[in-house]
């Protein structure tokens, strides 16, 4: 399954709503995960289910969506929230990811 | 609290071999799958496959498929991965992930680079 993400980089400002999209080439379901990667660091997983969040993760990540198209909202954006995220399916082996989506400070 | 721990860097010649470890800590480790992926410099994430510490079981994806193995030794708690006939496009970093089955992962191992060099 080959899951697209757009757009692949934006520039935003702290204090903006930001919305990243995840669409996948079939159908699967709510089994989408969303996760954050600072440069150098191991990616940290967010989201799970398409919209549960992990143990800890702040509220303001909202994730939606089912079947083929998927959202992350960052209802207000902070400094600490500047970084890359993928979206990566589990419904089906094997796991893929989206190529990222960059969120760069305007 | 939940720890994925890998091992250090590693430089290996084209041709050769390399096995990263993933100790795990703060969780019953036959409980969770262990999955495998890799980053490229500059690159996303590709996902390897997995391994079930309880049973053994392993699934890998297609594009590694004859030249990868993941193992698991329950005594330490530890999953391995082991990449063969390693090439200069095997140069990233490694990463170690748990996960209930083949599901979403939560906690993630700090990486392990590895260069593929002459």
Known sequence: ?106 | QVQLVQSGAEVKKPGASVKVSCEASGYTFTGYFIHWVRQAPGQGLEWMGWVNPGRGGTYYAQSFEGRVTMTRDTSISTAYLELSSLKSDDTAVYYCARARGARATDYWGQGTPVTVSS
């Open chain 1, 1 to 106: 399954i080959q899951m697209t993400q757009s757009p692949s980089s934006l520039s935003a400002s702290v204090g903006d709503r930001v919305t990243i999209t995840c669409r996948a080439s079939q159908d699967i379901s709510i089994y989408l995960a969303w996760f954050q990667q600072k440069p150098g660091k191991a990616p940290k997983s967010l989201i799970y289910g398409a919209s549960s969040l992990q143990s800890g993760v702040s509220s303001n990540f909202i994730g939606s969506g089912s079947g083929t198209d998927f959202t992350l909202t960052i209802s207000s954006l902070q400094p600490e929230d500047f970084a890359t995220y993928y979206c990566q399916q589990y419904n089906t082996l094997p796991l893929t990811f989206g190529q990222g989506t960059k969120v760069e400070i305007k």
